[in-house]
């Protein structure tokens, strides 16, 4: 008991205080792991879940239960809450088979830095995911995140978040990213946001509002009351503004929606229709569709407003937009040779050249963040959601169903959501799917969905 | 005397009529004290108001051009239609109109909003064409998102593959 007491006092003595940044220093493990596996008490509550162990993420433990703001009322319920929203992360996307808090026995706040290793290889777990919570004097609460392979005994990785009650989530988004990152090795992209369209009603009287959520569906909020159609959301890069498409005013416009203040703007006071808007990569300017006379070119306008510049000079439909990551190009979408394709030129316009040629129509092209792939809807019979290279080679399908459209990029690059629509009723829904075209899901949204727009990792 | 009170009588009734048959939230209005002097055997007064919505959709072949699939020209059916639109709009050179254009759900979004435009806008060109004059229409896109007939299937999409004139009142 005297020992145990001593590995508590040790261990909350070298967490140090952190510093409000994304990636404090986290204390090492302690020299000697813990042989005591008094901290072990719960017992598996899912036996089958057992047998697909790869990840264990017990529930984080706090050193003082303290009242938060934080969902769960205190730091000790908010701890299982956290282990809880890193579980769901990894679950969902595919790659590893994590058991939970809920089916895993707690663990005493000293053995966070110092696992009983022998106890969770004995329990099959490769990987081990421990953290703990606690509140700052300021109503904060400090989060740490460690990662450790089981089997060999060791620490791989570990952050520390210091983040406000009402941004708990974000520190689980940000521990659930470095066990990926690590683990994966790609970019992180849970601590994410997504802007799309909630849909409700039936067929021809819609209703169409504006709604953000976080990457896993939490925070869900609607932006726009449904009074005015609303479509084709996208994030800016620094997540304040949403520009979209409203038919506020009778006719479709662009509007830029500062999340901030609440603040609406038209973007451009052209004549005709203004649509498909897109942000370029550092967010100063917006590319966006106008139709003239029934002809349709792509236009580029700083954010803030002001002189248009004509990017496309062809008879048809030009339309849509997205930027390569360096924003020295931009991928869109053309009728000029009498059906939709895709296309891409520089970024002031120049040389404009068709990329796609698989039969069928290819619509709404989006450059991966990684800039090494063109996702898009390839029409043919079904509409079915495709990427391509630059060049327009090496084109696969990765969902095939009645009608996928409207790819977005996951912020790395590695995971596409699109909406899917179904046959007569017309209800849609998000669904995602990984590059290699598995791990197909459904998101889980309060009504109808449509439009996805995935948003960067947040800083 | 008495004929002016008929001329008032008449133009009241038409009055309530178009308004059943373009809002029938609102209720036709009061009779006036003037008009419950008429007598019982006048004639019953028919049609809409002269350059009502009513009126045009009763005196056009249709308000309704249709489209085939990813296309926006106007064919010799939908001039004729248009022709009689012109004619109507000749009659009331006062009156203006706005052409929705719209599209079967078998096309992806920011399409069919350009796709709908250049509809409305082709049908615009023909009453213009015809002589109306441009700045009595103007059009709006509706793309995909207000579909007529509900299915997923060919007649459903040819019924939705539209422009459709509308009276400015």
């Known amino acids: ?459 | 005397m008495p004929r002016n009170f008929l001329t008032a009588t008449l133009l009241l009734s038409a009055f309530s009529m178009a308004a059943c048959t373009t809002k029938p939230k609102e209720l036709p209005p009061q009779p006036s004290a003037s008009t419950t002097t008429t007598r019982p055997d006048a004639p019953t007064p028919a049609g809409p108001v002269p350059g009502s919505q009513a009126d045009f959709l009763a005196s056009v072949l249709s308000d309704t051009v249709y489209f085939d699939t990813d296309r926006y020209n106007v064919d010799t059916e939908d001039q004729g239609t248009l022709q009689s639109q012109a004619q109507w709009l000749a009659r009331y050179p006062g009156k203006s109109v706005t052409i929705e254009g719209h599209c079967d759900e078998r096309g992806t979004r920011d399409y069919n909003i350009a796709l709908g435009e250049r509809r409305a806008n082709a049908a615009k060109n023909y009453l213009v064409s015809v002589g109306v004059d441009a700045s009595r229409i103007s059009t709006v896109s509706y793309g995909k998102e207000r579909p007529l007939a509900l299915g997923s299937d060919e007649a459903s999409w040819a019924k939705n593959r539209r422009a459709v004139t509308i009276t400015v009142q």
């Open chain 1, 1 to 459: 008991m005297t020992i145990r007491k001593l590995a508590l006092l040790l261990a909350v003595a070298s967490f140090p205080a952190l510093a409000f940044a994304q990636q404090a220093a986290v204390p090492a493990s302690a020299a000697s792991p813990q042989a005591d596996e008094g901290g072990l008490t719960g017992s598996v509550t899912d036996e089958s879940e057992w047998q697909d162990l790869g990840i264990a993420i017990p529930s984080f433990p706090t050193d003082r239960s303290e009242a938060t703001a934080a969902d769960g009322g205190t730091t000790e319920v908010l701890g299982r809450n956290l282990a809880r929203v890193v579980y769901g992360d990894l679950k969902n996307n595919g790659l590893f088979k994590p058991v939970g808090p809920d089916a895993l026995p707690g663990i005493a706040y000293a053995e966070v830095a110092s696992p009983a290793f022998a106890g969770w290889r004995g329990r099959s777990a490769e990987m081990l995911v421990q953290g703990f919570v606690k509140a700052v004097a300021d109503g904060r609460l400090t989060v740490g995140c460690y990662l450790y392979d089981v089997s060999l005994g060791t620490e791989l990785a570990r952050q520390g978040y210091v983040v406000k009650p009402e941004e708990w989530r974000r520190a689980a988004h940000k521990c659930a990213d470095m066990v990926y990152s690590r683990l994966s090795g790609e970019s992180p992209f849970f601590d994410s946001k997504i802007a799309y369209i909630a849909e409700t009603g039936p067929k021809d009287r819609r209703r169409k509002q504006l709604a953000i959520m976080d990457s896993d569906g939490a925070n869900h909020r609607f932006i726009t009351n449904g009074q005015a159609t609303a479509l084709t959301p996208r994030y800016s890069p620094d997540y304040s503004k949403i520009v979209y498409l409203s038919y506020l005013n009778g006719a479709p416009r662009i509007y830029v929606y500062e999340i901030g203040t609440g603040r609406q703007t038209l973007v451009t006071q052209g004549k005709g229709p203004t649509f498909a808007p897109r942000w370029s990569p550092d967010g100063k300017s917006i590319l966006y569709s106008m139709a003239i006379s029934g002809n349709t070119d792509i236009y580029r306008v700083p954010a803030t407003g002001g002189e248009s510049v004509r990017l496309t000079n062809t008879p048809g439909i030009n339309v849509g937009g997205s930027y390569s990551p360096d924003g020295s190009k931009i991928v869109f979408e053309s009728d000029r040779s009498g059906s939709q394709q895709v296309y891409v030129m520089d970024a002031g316009g120049g040389n404009q050249r068709r990329i796609s040629f698989f039969g069928g129509r290819s619509a709404t092209p989006e450059w991966s963040p990684r800039g090494d792939q063109i996702a898009f809807t390839h029409m043919a019979g079904n509409f079915r959601i495709a990427v391509m290279n630059p060049q327009g080679g090496e084109m696969r399908e990765l969902t095939d169903s009645w009608q996928d459209e409207a790819p977005t990029w996951a912020p790395n690059g590695r995971i596409i959501q699109f909406f899917r629509t179904q046959k007569n009723s017309g209800e849609s829904s998000i669904w995602q799917v990984d590059l290699t075209g598995r791990n197909e899901r459904k998101l889980d949204t309060p009504r109808g969905a449509s439009d996805p727009a995935w948003g960067p990792v947040l800083p």
